[in-house]
């Protein structure tokens, strides 16, 4: 018996990189998991991250676990999407006991769409899938939480959205990511009387396949400089958080954003 054997996890953007991590790390604990992806083959556009799967998809690496798991595809920063998406792995998991909104993202790239002077175009798209896609996922799923008065809400922010880059770069992202954190206070305040746990994780500088290769191209260095571990984090750090968040450890905690960023602090600098 794994501490979440028995309920059901809802992992969104989970075909690849973080969430992909976060769903195996969960069913590792039990659980039977739900995943949402706009492509449950969107590892694809990564050899990388298409290197590091061990079956056809994510879905199958998680049934190999003896869990049960259903993929369903979506765009994020669809309500119709979404909502049908939650409903079909209701319908053969059963009511949702635990979300984790992680899907998301920015676009473009790291140094450029300063504050004043944004592509408005990427600025509503990254909106609509980080902030929209949180919103959505959420009143998809808090419905069968409040009914059975008993579920773990994880949303997703970014250093980001703690602190602004030093020359305003990276607006729409950070931006979007700020407002998931305070989102996930009122969450918090409005579904603690239902016994529902709402909290936030804030990665640092992950080395994700997809992100490595920003990183690369706008100079390692330029990143770890403000790391107080002088290393890029890994997806397993952000998934042992997440497990602290989605199990009994954290009963008591809500509201709270864990920061999950090897001491990054202070001001960001990429220049």
Not at 77 to 91: E, L, R
């Amino acid at each position: 018996m794994g501490k979440l054997t028995g309920q059901t996890a809802i992992i969104t953007g989970a075909a690849r990189g973080l969430g992909r991590a976060y769903a195996l790390h969960l069913a590792k604990l039990g659980a039977n998991i739900g995943v949402i992806d706009i492509s449950l083959r969107s590892f694809q556009e990564f050899q990388a991250e298409a290197d590091q799967l061990t079956a056809d998809t994510v879905v199958e690496e998680l049934r190999a676990l003896g869990i049960k798991a259903i993929g369903a595809e979506a765009d994020i920063s669809s309500q119709q999407q979404v909502f049908a998406a939650v409903q079909k792995i209701s319908n053969e998991l059963g009511d949702v006991s635990i979300l984790i909104c992680n899907a998301g993202g920015g676009m473009g790239p790291l140094t450029e769409g300063k504050a004043s002077a944004m592509d408005l175009d990427i600025y509503h798209k990254v909106v609509a899938r980080n902030v929209d896609g949180t919103v959505y996922t959420v009143t998809a799923a808090a419905p069968m939480m409040k009914k059975n008065r008993a579920g773990k809400i994880v949303t997703v922010a970014s250093v980001g959205g703690q602190m602004a880059n030093f020359d305003g770069t990276y607006a729409h992202y950070s931006m979007s990511k700020a407002a998931i954190i305070h989102y996930t206070k009122l969450l918090a305040n409005e579904l603690g009387p239902y016994g529902i746990n709402v909290n936030c994780i804030a990665p640092g500088y992950i080395s994700t396949a997809r992100l490595k290769t920003g990183f690369a191209a706008t100079g390692e260095e330029k990143f770890l400089r403000n790391v107080s571990l002088q290393r890029f984090g890994t997806p397993e750090d952000c998934a042992y958080a997440i497990e602290f968040l989605t199990t009994n450890m954290s009963d008591y905690v809500t509201g709270h954003v864990l920061e999950v960023n090897g001491g990054t602090n202070s001001k960001v600098y990429i220049k």
